[in-house]
């Protein structure tokens, strides 16, 4: 089936996730669609299975115009996709989720259900047991399953969300394998994915997002740099920001082993001295998040040291840590960052920690308004942080902190906010450099990671890199080696 | 919409849904065969149609101002404390169980009925505790901790009652045997309604007010119930400021307890918590969480309580009619809330 994207625009609030893309995907081939994360890739294939609707554009199988407001009506037009998280019933068998979704009978032949599968399941080489339960099953096996239902629902186009994350490298060949065969077929399989090298080895011909716009097509064979380029941009020049490290290390990172369901990642060995800014790179759930919050006693760690101004303190929990001048600033700023429903004086309060009974109201008003000043805030003492706009809600978060810390660890600090909030953010962030805070932060955005790190760590898959010198590394290596390649090297 | 007008709307919505429970409540009655408007004027008469009368209103108001009051800590956390039953009822227990134990010794009965209330108030405290560790440490939703443990708490009752504190010869239901008249709280002349209790109860009032209102440990639990992993983050520990809340609670629980004992019925009878927490729970929802109310709010509440005692004599209707009048206030009020957020939704929807 040929699947044909027209002018397809999706916005969310002020974000232009698909800016007028239109495409073309022809029958019997992998058609990859690469991208940063962001990128839009997964909004375009949310619309093409009925998951979210366009703001505007047209979807054509086969040249005619068809309407798809439900994944329902995506699976009747013979569009199935299959999600970077399986989207089974895990106390169920195998066999009940074959079943499952299926039309029609009320009354099951189980015997003959099974038959069929094993059929089914034979073509590609596939073992699954049909009665195993789905909590037993890898990731990679609850894939083949996915396909299988998929394929058996009549779908003839296979949209795949990231399917290499998670899976074994036997899993993976075997998945390629059966994808070949798929699209020898006839089918259309639509591959989405930020690894150029599975990209470069399984498509026919791929297409870059960047921004939410469609960068081009390319056929294979591909040259890596030209994808990289696609990708993530033009190079970009780079100020030298290495000016405020110190020699003192405040934050030692020794050895230090996480797991965290399907990641395992480490060995990290990282000394972060003070007013050092490290930044780590990766795409997103790479295993960049978990070692962050091992870093501050929210995940127990595997093996490794964790020690803060000479001090031990691998086994402490979060309180500790923030005892000690270690801040955290999640990316979810309203579920883990600011409290909603009080008001921006009700968190300076709270967060002072006060022995006191009584409020001093008047005091804290003072201070409030003092530090809506400082940082720019734009709000009131008695606004609700909920109705504060993202910048300013991240602004308050950073001013919520102490002045003195030892590190502070941030998610995505320039998430969602425009240009000028994120430099205003960098700003604050940097005079705190100046102090001798360190800064330990994750970013999606390579150029945010380039501009303000000083050393940097790339995340593959729960692999991290030895830290590099942000200086001496290229942006379009950085690229290479999110996109997993280019790891031997990095080593040398 | 501006504040204003959002705030008339709100009031709009709230006497909706009060007429509604009337509405609904008149229907009911006109399927069982009595005349509303007669019943509605018996239930106002009921109240507050002698002193005598008055004066009951004030005794069931004393344990609902208490128990509310004490809810809203938990409620601040955000935390369903059901088992406010089950920690009336310890708190009943205890102070029965240090006031006999002093029967016979020869201290002062003030200071004996000064340590059995505070023995009912660790009572409560305690158990609520139980629920809060169950929440805390064990995973157990508070719903299902505090309802088990209401369970045990009756079970705990009825078994004393009617086994190691029943009365000789002839344990009843009717409870265990009357305290002398020196260990009852002193009331007013010629009526039931005791001054301490009353000085008691409106203090715990104001403590939580204020409480609530203005100072560092309040304000912490309305962080933790508003957004327990942000308030973690910012340093505050929320487990520690859950127990408390609990505890707060159940200090409040176990003095109603303890006042039900040494100034209502001056003896442990089985139903002792005589539903006012269940009660408090729905002035609670009614008056959305805001102390301001509780004390308007709960006297209406037992009014109604005490107005429909003669009801079934006078309109042979049952007296749980004021039971049904209450929920039904309390279940249009919040759907008129519902109504409300899905109307004003839609307006900026468009």
Redesign the interface.
């Known amino acids: 089936m040929n699947v044909g994207l027209i002018r397809i625009n999706k916005h969310f609030g002020d974000v232009h996730a698909n800016a007028d893309i239109s495409l073309t995907i022809p029958e019997g081939r992998i058609f990859g669609i690469l991208g940063e994360n962001g990128a839009g890739k997964s909004t375009l294939m949310k619309i093409l299975s009925g998951y979210i609707q366009p703001d505007s554009g047209e979807i054509l199988l086969d040249g005619e115009k068809v309407l798809i407001d439900t994944p329902a009506d995506a699976i009747r037009h013979g569009i199935g996709m299959l999600h970077q998280d399986p989207l089974d019933f895990p106390p169920m068998q195998v066999i009940d989720n074959f079943i499952l979704g299926e039309r029609g009978s009320l009354f099951l032949s189980y015997k003959e259900k099974i038959q069929e599968f094993e059929e089914l399941q034979g073509q590609f080489d596939f073992s699954l047991d049909p009665k195993a339960y789905i909590d037993t099953l890898t990731v990679g096996e609850r894939q083949q399953l996915e396909i299988l239902r998929l394929l058996w629902l009549g779908a003839h186009v296979l949209i795949l969300d990231e399917p290499t994350t998670g899976i074994s490298a036997q899993q993976k060949e075997k998945l390629f394998e059966a994808l070949k065969i798929l699209a020898k077929g006839g089918k259309t399989i639509i591959f989405v994915s930020h690894k150029l090298e599975d990209v470069e080895s399984l498509c026919h011909s791929v297409v870059v997002l960047r921004k939410g716009e469609l960068v081009g097509e390319v056929r294979a064979p591909y040259r890596t740099e030209n994808l990289v380029e696609m990708m993530f941009g033009k190079q970009i020049t780079l100020s030298n920001p290495r000016l405020l490290a110190q020699e003192r290390v405040v934050f030692d990172i020794e050895d230090l082993v996480v797991e965290k369901y399907p990641l395992t990642i480490g060995p990290v060995n990282l000394k972060l001295h003070a007013g050092e800014v490290v930044g780590l790179a990766g795409m997103e759930g790479s295993g960049q998040n978990v070692l962050l919050r091992a870093c501050v006693g929210l995940i127990r760690p595997v093996s490794g040291r964790v020690v803060v101004n000479g001090q031990d303190m691998t086994h402490k929990n ?2 500790g840590f ?1 005892e000690h001048g270690v801040s ?1 600033l ?1 990316a979810s700023r ?9 008001t921006l004086a ?2 300076f ?3 002072a ?2 022995k ?4 001093d ?1 008047g005091y804290f008003q003072q201070k409030t308004e003092k530090k809506i000043e400082e940082y720019h805030i734009i709000g009131r003492p008695g606004t609700p942080v909920e109705s504060l706009s993202g910048g300013n809600q991240q602004r308050a978060a950073l001013s ?1 902190m102490e002045e003195r810390l030892a590190v502070v660890l941030l998610e995505h600090p320039t998430r969602g906010l425009d240009l000028e909030s994120a430099v205003y953010m960098w700003d604050k962030l940097k005079e705190r450099c100046t102090l001798g805070t360190s800064i330990f932060f994750i970013s999606a955005d390579l150029d945010e990671i380039m501009r303000y790190s000083d050393r940097i760590l790339v995340f593959f898959s729960g692999r991290v890199s030895p830290p590099l010198d942000a200086s001496q590394v290229s942006l379009e290596k950085l690229g290479q080696m999110i996109g997993g390649k280019g790891w031997g090297q990095a080593f040398a | 919409m501006d504040q204003a007008r959002a705030r008339r709307f709100s009031v709009l919505f709230q006497i909706g849904g009060i007429v509604l429970a009337f509405v609904f409540v008149s229907v009911i009655l006109l399927l069982v065969g009595a005349n509303p408007l007669t019943t509605f004027k018996l239930l106002v008469e009921g109240a507050v149609g002698s002193a005598s009368r008055i004066s009951n209103v004030l005794v069931v108001w004393m344990p609902l101002l208490l128990v509310t009051s004490g809810l809203l800590v938990t409620f601040s956390t955000g935390l369903w404390n059901i088992g406010i039953e089950g920690q009336i009822t310890l708190g009943a227990i205890l102070t029965t169980g240090v006031i006999r134990l002093f029967l016979d010794a020869s201290f002062p009965p003030v200071l004996v009925i000064i340590l059995s209330i505070i023995a009912g108030m660790v009572g409560g405290a305690l158990w609520a505790a139980l629920a809060g560790l169950l929440k805390t440490y064990g995973g157990v939703n508070e719903i299902f901790g505090g309802l088990g443990l209401n369970y045990i708490a009756t079970a705990l009752n009825i078994g004393l009652i009617f086994g190691a504190w029943s009365r000789e010869g002839i344990a009843s239901m009717s409870g265990t045997d009357p305290f002398p008249k020196e260990f009852w709280f002193p009331t007013f002349e010629s009526f039931n309604l005791s001054w301490p209790s009353l000085v008691l109860s409106i203090l715990g009032l104001i403590v939580i007010f204020f409480l609530l209102q ?4 309040g ?2 639990l ?2 933790v119930g ?2 327990m ?9 929320t487990k520690k400021y859950m127990m408390l809340s609990f505890m707060v609670c159940g200090l409040f629980a176990g003095l109603t307890g303890a006042l039900q004992v040494v100034a209502v019925y001056h003896r442990l009878i089985p139903s002792i918590s005589s539903g006012y927490g269940y009660l408090g729970l729905m002035i609670a929802m009614l008056i959305n969480f805001r102390a301001i109310w509780i004390a308007p709010i709960a006297l209406f509440f037992a009014a109604l309580n005490i107005g429909g005692i003669q009801l079934p004599i006078v309109q042979k209707l049952d007296s749980s009619l004021t039971g049904v009048l209450q929920g039904s206030l309390v279940l249009f009020i919040l759907i008129m809330q519902g109504v409300k957020q899905r109307v004003l939704g839609k307006a900026e929807g468009e």
Do not use: D, M
Not at chain 1, 334 to 342: A, K, N, S, T, Y
Not at chain 1, 356 to 359: E, G, H, V
Not at chain 2, 229 to 237: E, K, T
């Open positions: 979060y309180p923030l955290y999640p309203l579920e883990e960052g600011l409290v909603p429903g009080l009700e968190h309060t709270v967060t920690h006060e006191a009974l009584f409020i109201k919520l | 203005g100072t560092h440990f304000l912490r309305k962080a508003k957004g992993r942000s308030a973690f983050r910012l340093g505050i520990p």
